[in-house]
Protein backbone atom coordinates (compact mmCIF):
# COMPACT_ATOMS: atom_id res chain seq x y z
CA UNK A 1 0.00 0.00 0.00
CA UNK A 2 1.38 3.28 -0.90
CA UNK A 3 0.43 7.13 0.95
CA UNK A 4 1.21 10.20 -1.12
CA UNK A 5 0.99 12.46 1.68
CA UNK A 6 2.40 16.13 2.60
CA UNK A 7 3.49 16.63 5.94
CA UNK A 8 2.66 19.99 6.24
CA UNK A 9 -0.66 19.89 4.53
CA UNK A 10 -3.95 19.67 6.30
CA UNK A 11 -5.71 17.37 4.52
CA UNK A 12 -3.58 14.30 4.11
CA UNK A 13 -3.25 15.16 7.89
CA UNK A 14 -6.32 13.35 8.86
CA UNK A 15 -5.04 10.21 6.95
CA UNK A 16 -1.91 10.28 8.35
CA UNK A 17 -3.32 10.47 12.23
CA UNK A 18 -6.16 7.52 11.14
CA UNK A 19 -2.86 5.15 9.59
CA UNK A 20 -1.38 6.03 13.00
CA UNK A 21 -4.12 5.20 15.27
CA UNK A 22 -4.81 2.20 13.42
CA UNK A 23 -0.79 1.19 14.31
CA UNK A 24 -0.09 0.90 10.21
CA UNK A 25 2.75 4.04 10.00
CA UNK A 26 5.20 1.49 9.66
CA UNK A 27 3.69 -0.91 6.76
CA UNK A 28 2.53 1.60 4.34
CA UNK A 29 4.76 2.96 1.91
CA UNK A 30 4.89 7.26 2.60
CA UNK A 31 5.70 9.05 -0.46
CA UNK A 32 6.02 13.02 -0.23
CA UNK A 33 4.55 15.41 -2.73
CA UNK A 34 5.88 18.91 -1.93
CA UNK A 35 2.94 21.13 -2.32
CA UNK A 36 5.45 24.36 -2.06
CA UNK A 37 6.44 23.29 -5.41
CA UNK A 38 3.24 22.30 -6.95
CA UNK A 39 4.33 18.93 -7.49
CA UNK A 40 0.81 18.13 -7.33
CA UNK A 41 0.12 19.65 -10.67
CA UNK A 42 2.79 18.63 -12.44
CA UNK A 43 2.47 15.70 -15.02
CA UNK A 44 3.72 12.80 -12.82
CA UNK A 45 1.28 13.37 -10.09
CA UNK A 46 -1.56 14.36 -12.86
CA UNK A 47 -0.97 10.67 -14.09
CA UNK A 48 -1.42 9.06 -9.90
CA UNK A 49 -4.12 11.66 -9.26
CA UNK A 50 -6.01 13.50 -11.76
CA UNK A 51 -7.71 16.27 -9.26
CA UNK A 52 -4.44 17.19 -8.30
CA UNK A 53 -4.49 16.36 -4.38
CA UNK A 54 -3.69 14.74 -1.54
CA UNK A 55 -3.77 12.28 -0.04
CA UNK A 56 -4.05 9.40 -1.92
CA UNK A 57 -3.95 5.91 -0.66
CA UNK A 58 -3.17 3.05 -3.26
CA UNK A 59 -4.08 -0.38 -2.52
CA UNK A 60 -1.67 -3.37 -3.67
CA UNK A 61 -3.93 -3.96 -6.21
CA UNK A 62 -3.77 -0.75 -7.60
CA UNK A 63 -6.96 0.40 -6.73
CA UNK A 64 -6.78 4.50 -5.65
CA UNK A 65 -8.63 6.77 -3.32
CA UNK A 66 -8.74 10.71 -3.84
CA UNK A 67 -10.28 11.59 -0.58
CA UNK A 68 -10.05 11.55 2.92
CA UNK A 69 -13.29 9.51 2.95
CA UNK A 70 -11.95 7.09 0.17
CA UNK A 71 -8.52 6.28 1.64
CA UNK A 72 -9.98 6.22 5.68
CA UNK A 73 -13.11 3.82 4.07
CA UNK A 74 -10.45 1.53 2.74
CA UNK A 75 -8.54 1.63 5.97
CA UNK A 76 -11.00 0.83 8.18
CA UNK A 77 -12.71 -2.16 6.77
CA UNK A 78 -9.03 -3.58 5.54
CA UNK A 79 -8.02 -3.32 9.41
CA UNK A 80 -11.29 -3.50 11.33
CA UNK A 81 -9.16 -3.01 14.89
CA UNK A 82 -9.30 -0.60 16.24
CA UNK A 83 -12.24 0.71 15.12
CA UNK A 84 -12.34 4.08 14.09
CA UNK A 85 -15.81 3.99 12.62
CA UNK A 86 -18.11 2.64 14.82
CA UNK A 87 -19.22 -1.12 16.24
CA UNK A 88 -22.97 -1.01 15.98
CA UNK A 89 -25.38 0.65 12.98
CA UNK A 90 -26.69 3.68 14.79
CA UNK A 91 -22.77 4.18 16.10
CA UNK A 92 -21.40 3.73 12.42
CA UNK A 93 -24.43 6.11 11.42
CA UNK A 94 -24.05 8.63 14.41
CA UNK A 95 -19.82 8.84 13.78
CA UNK A 96 -21.09 9.11 9.78
CA UNK A 97 -22.66 12.58 10.55
CA UNK A 98 -20.63 14.19 13.15
CA UNK A 99 -17.45 13.51 10.88
CA UNK A 100 -19.26 15.02 7.84
CA UNK A 101 -20.19 18.05 10.13
CA UNK A 102 -16.27 18.23 10.97
CA UNK A 103 -15.63 18.42 7.58
CA UNK A 104 -18.19 20.40 6.21
CA UNK A 105 -18.32 23.32 8.67
CA UNK A 106 -14.91 22.91 10.62
CA UNK A 107 -12.72 22.01 8.03
CA UNK A 108 -14.14 23.51 5.27
CA UNK A 109 -14.90 26.70 6.41
CA UNK A 110 -11.10 27.31 7.59
CA UNK A 111 -10.30 25.99 3.84
CA UNK A 112 -12.63 29.41 2.97
CA UNK A 113 -11.08 31.68 4.95
CA UNK A 114 -7.70 30.58 4.02
CA UNK A 115 -7.58 29.82 0.54
CA UNK A 116 -9.76 33.58 0.13
CA UNK A 117 -7.12 35.59 1.68
CA UNK A 118 -3.50 34.40 1.68
CA UNK A 119 -1.65 36.04 -0.67
CA UNK A 120 0.34 32.40 -1.42
CA UNK A 121 -2.82 31.42 -2.80
CA UNK A 122 -3.62 33.75 -5.34
CA UNK A 123 -5.91 32.00 -7.64
CA UNK A 124 -6.09 28.65 -5.45
CA UNK A 125 -9.01 29.39 -3.77
CA UNK A 126 -9.94 25.28 -4.09
CA UNK A 127 -7.68 22.48 -4.38
CA UNK A 128 -7.15 20.62 -7.66
CA UNK A 129 -6.61 21.12 -11.04
CA UNK A 130 -8.56 24.31 -11.93
CA UNK A 131 -7.78 27.87 -10.77
CA UNK A 132 -10.04 29.87 -9.22
CA UNK A 133 -9.69 33.36 -8.19
CA UNK A 134 -9.97 34.63 -4.63
CA UNK A 135 -12.97 36.04 -3.57
CA UNK A 136 -12.62 38.30 -0.13
CA UNK A 137 -16.12 38.23 0.88
CA UNK A 138 -15.96 34.31 0.93
CA UNK A 139 -12.33 34.92 3.41
CA UNK A 140 -14.95 36.67 5.76
CA UNK A 141 -17.89 34.22 5.51
CA UNK A 142 -14.93 31.28 6.16
CA UNK A 143 -14.29 33.33 9.08
CA UNK A 144 -17.55 33.97 10.38
CA UNK A 145 -18.56 30.24 9.80
CA UNK A 146 -15.29 28.99 12.13
CA UNK A 147 -16.02 31.05 14.92
CA UNK A 148 -19.89 29.28 14.72
CA UNK A 149 -17.81 25.72 14.17
CA UNK A 150 -16.18 26.42 17.21
CA UNK A 151 -19.62 27.19 19.34
CA UNK A 152 -21.09 23.90 17.49
CA UNK A 153 -18.11 22.07 18.74
CA UNK A 154 -18.33 22.93 22.01
CA UNK A 155 -21.89 22.09 22.17
CA UNK A 156 -20.96 19.04 20.66
CA UNK A 157 -18.68 18.23 23.39
CA UNK A 158 -20.53 19.05 26.31
CA UNK A 159 -20.50 16.11 28.50
CA UNK A 160 -18.49 14.07 26.72
CA UNK A 161 -14.98 12.83 25.92
CA UNK A 162 -14.70 12.56 22.34
CA UNK A 163 -16.91 13.75 19.28
CA UNK A 164 -19.62 11.30 18.74
CA UNK A 165 -19.36 10.03 23.08
CA UNK A 166 -17.35 7.28 24.74
CA UNK A 167 -14.79 6.34 22.33
CA UNK A 168 -12.54 7.92 20.05
CA UNK A 169 -13.38 7.86 16.30
CA UNK A 170 -12.62 9.71 13.02
CA UNK A 171 -15.29 12.53 13.88
CA UNK A 172 -12.11 13.32 16.68
CA UNK A 173 -9.31 13.13 14.48
CA UNK A 174 -11.62 15.50 11.71
CA UNK A 175 -12.29 17.66 14.07
CA UNK A 176 -9.15 18.22 15.62
CA UNK A 177 -7.23 18.41 12.79
CA UNK A 178 -9.78 21.55 11.49
CA UNK A 179 -8.78 22.77 14.98
CA UNK A 180 -5.62 22.94 14.98
CA UNK A 181 -5.54 24.29 10.77
CA UNK A 182 -8.01 27.24 12.37
CA UNK A 183 -5.04 27.52 15.01
CA UNK A 184 -2.41 27.53 12.46
CA UNK A 185 -3.92 30.10 10.16
CA UNK A 186 -4.69 32.43 13.62
CA UNK A 187 -8.12 31.63 13.83
CA UNK A 188 -7.66 30.45 17.52
CA UNK A 189 -10.36 29.12 19.81
CA UNK A 190 -12.21 31.08 21.75
CA UNK A 191 -11.81 31.02 25.53
CA UNK A 192 -15.68 30.38 25.96
CA UNK A 193 -15.20 27.24 24.08
CA UNK A 194 -13.99 25.43 27.24
CA UNK A 195 -15.34 22.06 26.10
CA UNK A 196 -13.06 22.49 22.71
CA UNK A 197 -10.05 23.41 25.01
CA UNK A 198 -10.30 20.53 27.13
CA UNK A 199 -10.88 18.35 24.25
CA UNK A 200 -8.45 19.72 21.94
CA UNK A 201 -5.63 18.97 24.92
CA UNK A 202 -6.92 15.44 25.49
CA UNK A 203 -6.39 13.95 21.71
CA UNK A 204 -3.11 16.38 21.22
CA UNK A 205 -1.69 13.79 23.91
CA UNK A 206 -1.88 10.99 21.26
CA UNK A 207 0.86 9.74 19.49
CA UNK A 208 -0.81 9.84 15.96
CA UNK A 209 -0.81 13.96 16.62
CA UNK A 210 3.14 13.94 16.26
CA UNK A 211 3.51 11.73 13.24
CA UNK B 1 -38.10 4.58 12.53
CA UNK B 2 -38.98 8.49 10.95
CA UNK B 3 -37.60 10.17 7.94
CA UNK B 4 -37.72 14.33 7.75
CA UNK B 5 -38.44 15.30 4.20
CA UNK B 6 -38.84 17.91 2.05
CA UNK B 7 -40.83 16.26 -0.77
CA UNK B 8 -39.56 19.59 -3.19
CA UNK B 9 -35.41 19.98 -1.52
CA UNK B 10 -32.75 18.11 -3.53
CA UNK B 11 -30.66 17.28 -0.01
CA UNK B 12 -33.45 14.63 1.33
CA UNK B 13 -34.30 13.26 -2.47
CA UNK B 14 -30.77 11.33 -2.20
CA UNK B 15 -32.01 9.75 1.65
CA UNK B 16 -35.33 9.36 -0.32
CA UNK B 17 -34.02 7.45 -2.90
CA UNK B 18 -31.42 5.62 -0.64
CA UNK B 19 -34.54 4.32 1.20
CA UNK B 20 -36.67 2.96 -1.86
CA UNK B 21 -33.52 1.35 -3.88
CA UNK B 22 -33.51 -0.29 -0.07
CA UNK B 23 -37.66 -1.29 -0.78
CA UNK B 24 -38.22 0.62 2.59
CA UNK B 25 -40.17 3.18 1.66
CA UNK B 26 -43.57 1.88 3.12
CA UNK B 27 -41.69 0.76 6.57
CA UNK B 28 -39.97 4.01 7.13
CA UNK B 29 -42.79 6.83 8.53
CA UNK B 30 -42.36 10.06 6.40
CA UNK B 31 -43.00 13.41 8.21
CA UNK B 32 -42.79 16.65 5.62
CA UNK B 33 -41.34 19.87 6.46
CA UNK B 34 -42.42 22.63 5.31
CA UNK B 35 -39.21 24.87 3.58
CA UNK B 36 -41.01 27.33 1.71
CA UNK B 37 -42.70 27.94 5.23
CA UNK B 38 -39.82 28.06 6.84
CA UNK B 39 -40.55 25.25 9.09
CA UNK B 40 -37.43 24.19 9.15
CA UNK B 41 -36.40 27.30 11.61
CA UNK B 42 -38.90 27.10 13.75
CA UNK B 43 -39.19 26.13 17.16
CA UNK B 44 -40.63 22.66 17.09
CA UNK B 45 -38.46 21.62 14.43
CA UNK B 46 -35.31 23.32 15.84
CA UNK B 47 -36.55 20.78 19.25
CA UNK B 48 -36.11 18.12 16.59
CA UNK B 49 -32.49 19.21 14.24
CA UNK B 50 -30.87 22.36 16.14
CA UNK B 51 -29.20 22.49 12.44
CA UNK B 52 -32.67 23.36 10.88
CA UNK B 53 -31.70 21.12 7.81
CA UNK B 54 -33.51 17.82 6.35
CA UNK B 55 -33.11 15.26 5.90
CA UNK B 56 -33.26 13.91 9.84
CA UNK B 57 -33.71 10.09 9.88
CA UNK B 58 -34.80 8.95 13.35
CA UNK B 59 -34.04 5.34 14.88
CA UNK B 60 -36.73 3.56 16.60
CA UNK B 61 -34.14 4.36 19.90
CA UNK B 62 -34.15 7.78 19.53
CA UNK B 63 -30.52 7.97 17.73
CA UNK B 64 -30.53 11.04 15.08
CA UNK B 65 -28.45 11.56 11.96
CA UNK B 66 -28.90 15.25 10.27
CA UNK B 67 -26.79 14.09 7.17
CA UNK B 68 -27.31 12.05 4.25
CA UNK B 69 -23.95 10.48 5.12
CA UNK B 70 -25.37 9.61 8.21
CA UNK B 71 -28.60 8.73 7.35
CA UNK B 72 -27.23 6.58 4.63
CA UNK B 73 -24.87 5.03 6.88
CA UNK B 74 -27.61 3.88 9.49
CA UNK B 75 -29.73 2.41 6.39
CA UNK B 76 -26.69 0.55 4.98
CA UNK B 77 -25.59 -0.81 8.07
CA UNK B 78 -29.27 -2.08 9.53
CA UNK B 79 -30.65 -3.25 6.10
CA UNK B 80 -27.52 -4.15 4.45
CA UNK B 81 -29.24 -5.85 1.07
CA UNK B 82 -29.18 -4.88 -1.29
CA UNK B 83 -25.77 -3.03 -0.56
CA UNK B 84 -25.31 0.66 -2.02
CA UNK B 85 -22.27 1.01 -0.45
CA UNK B 86 -20.20 -1.77 -1.46
CA UNK B 87 -19.36 -5.51 -0.56
CA UNK B 88 -15.26 -5.89 -0.27
CA UNK B 89 -13.13 -2.96 1.33
CA UNK B 90 -11.54 -1.69 -2.00
CA UNK B 91 -15.22 -1.46 -3.61
CA UNK B 92 -16.52 -0.02 -0.21
CA UNK B 93 -13.86 2.48 -0.28
CA UNK B 94 -13.78 3.35 -4.15
CA UNK B 95 -17.68 3.96 -3.67
CA UNK B 96 -17.34 6.12 -0.61
CA UNK B 97 -14.27 8.13 -2.66
CA UNK B 98 -16.93 8.99 -5.30
CA UNK B 99 -19.87 9.78 -3.16
CA UNK B 100 -17.73 12.34 -1.58
CA UNK B 101 -16.38 13.49 -5.10
CA UNK B 102 -20.16 13.77 -6.27
CA UNK B 103 -21.58 15.51 -2.97
CA UNK B 104 -18.31 18.35 -3.20
CA UNK B 105 -17.87 18.96 -6.63
CA UNK B 106 -21.18 18.35 -7.98
CA UNK B 107 -24.08 19.06 -4.84
CA UNK B 108 -22.59 21.78 -3.20
CA UNK B 109 -21.56 23.34 -6.37
CA UNK B 110 -24.87 23.51 -7.36
CA UNK B 111 -26.07 24.85 -4.08
CA UNK B 112 -23.50 26.95 -4.38
CA UNK B 113 -24.82 28.43 -8.04
CA UNK B 114 -28.32 28.40 -6.75
CA UNK B 115 -27.90 30.04 -3.21
CA UNK B 116 -26.10 32.47 -3.45
CA UNK B 117 -28.21 34.40 -6.52
CA UNK B 118 -31.70 33.18 -6.41
CA UNK B 119 -34.03 36.06 -5.19
CA UNK B 120 -35.86 34.24 -2.96
CA UNK B 121 -33.01 32.75 -1.23
CA UNK B 122 -31.68 36.37 -0.10
CA UNK B 123 -29.43 35.84 2.94
CA UNK B 124 -29.58 32.15 3.05
CA UNK B 125 -26.57 31.49 1.14
CA UNK B 126 -26.07 28.78 3.46
CA UNK B 127 -28.34 26.40 4.96
CA UNK B 128 -28.56 26.07 8.47
CA UNK B 129 -29.86 28.36 11.48
CA UNK B 130 -27.63 31.51 10.31
CA UNK B 131 -27.97 33.26 8.01
CA UNK B 132 -25.15 34.25 5.18
CA UNK B 133 -25.57 36.67 2.57
CA UNK B 134 -25.23 35.77 -0.60
CA UNK B 135 -22.30 36.73 -2.98
CA UNK B 136 -22.64 37.15 -6.02
CA UNK B 137 -18.57 36.26 -7.17
CA UNK B 138 -19.56 33.03 -5.77
CA UNK B 139 -22.72 32.52 -7.67
CA UNK B 140 -20.97 32.60 -11.03
CA UNK B 141 -17.92 30.74 -9.36
CA UNK B 142 -20.58 27.51 -8.81
CA UNK B 143 -21.89 27.52 -12.24
CA UNK B 144 -18.18 27.28 -13.36
CA UNK B 145 -17.59 24.35 -10.77
CA UNK B 146 -21.09 22.75 -12.06
CA UNK B 147 -19.55 22.26 -15.77
CA UNK B 148 -16.31 21.51 -14.91
CA UNK B 149 -18.46 18.75 -12.61
CA UNK B 150 -19.94 17.61 -15.72
CA UNK B 151 -16.77 16.87 -17.27
CA UNK B 152 -15.42 14.81 -14.24
CA UNK B 153 -18.21 13.11 -14.31
CA UNK B 154 -18.25 12.41 -17.74
CA UNK B 155 -14.78 11.38 -17.56
CA UNK B 156 -15.72 8.59 -14.77
CA UNK B 157 -18.51 7.31 -16.31
CA UNK B 158 -16.45 6.44 -19.65
CA UNK B 159 -17.03 3.02 -19.91
CA UNK B 160 -19.01 2.18 -17.52
CA UNK B 161 -22.86 1.54 -16.46
CA UNK B 162 -22.34 3.32 -12.80
CA UNK B 163 -20.42 5.76 -11.31
CA UNK B 164 -18.00 3.24 -9.28
CA UNK B 165 -18.18 0.40 -12.19
CA UNK B 166 -20.53 -2.40 -12.90
CA UNK B 167 -23.14 -2.04 -9.61
CA UNK B 168 -25.26 0.79 -8.73
CA UNK B 169 -24.28 2.16 -5.23
CA UNK B 170 -24.82 6.02 -3.61
CA UNK B 171 -22.51 7.63 -5.95
CA UNK B 172 -25.49 6.97 -8.48
CA UNK B 173 -28.10 8.22 -6.15
CA UNK B 174 -25.57 11.62 -5.42
CA UNK B 175 -24.73 12.12 -8.97
CA UNK B 176 -28.30 11.82 -10.19
CA UNK B 177 -29.69 13.74 -7.37
CA UNK B 178 -26.46 16.42 -7.87
CA UNK B 179 -27.61 16.49 -12.15
CA UNK B 180 -31.40 16.83 -11.94
CA UNK B 181 -31.30 19.67 -9.14
CA UNK B 182 -28.45 21.26 -11.75
CA UNK B 183 -31.03 20.77 -14.37
CA UNK B 184 -34.20 21.95 -12.60
CA UNK B 185 -32.36 25.38 -11.69
CA UNK B 186 -31.41 25.98 -15.53
CA UNK B 187 -27.81 24.60 -15.50
CA UNK B 188 -28.45 22.02 -18.66
CA UNK B 189 -26.21 19.01 -19.15
CA UNK B 190 -24.31 19.96 -21.78
CA UNK B 191 -24.24 17.90 -25.02
CA UNK B 192 -20.70 16.85 -25.13
CA UNK B 193 -21.64 14.81 -22.21
CA UNK B 194 -23.04 12.09 -23.83
CA UNK B 195 -21.87 9.19 -20.81
CA UNK B 196 -23.71 11.75 -18.03
CA UNK B 197 -26.85 11.60 -20.41
CA UNK B 198 -26.37 8.06 -21.28
CA UNK B 199 -26.22 7.52 -17.64
CA UNK B 200 -28.68 10.18 -16.49
CA UNK B 201 -31.26 8.50 -18.88
CA UNK B 202 -30.95 4.67 -17.85
CA UNK B 203 -31.39 6.03 -13.67
CA UNK B 204 -34.18 7.81 -14.70
CA UNK B 205 -35.98 4.16 -15.38
CA UNK B 206 -35.77 3.18 -11.73
CA UNK B 207 -38.91 3.46 -9.77
CA UNK B 208 -36.34 4.92 -7.11
CA UNK B 209 -36.06 8.33 -8.76
CA UNK B 210 -40.25 8.92 -8.55
CA UNK B 211 -40.72 8.67 -5.18
Known amino acids: MKFY ?9 QVRMFIAEKGLSDEIETIEVNLREAEQLGDAFRAINPYCTVPVLETD ?15 EEAYPEPPLMGRTAAEKAVIADLEWRM ?4 FLAVSEALRNSAPGLKDRALTGPDNYAQIPKLAARGQQRVQRYFGTLDAILEGRDYVAGENFSIADITA ?34 TV
Open 103 to 106: EIDG
Open 5 to 13: DCSTAPSPR
Open 176 to 209: FCAVSFANRVKIETPDTAVNVRRWFAAVSARPST
Open 61 to 75: DGARMFSTAGCCRYL
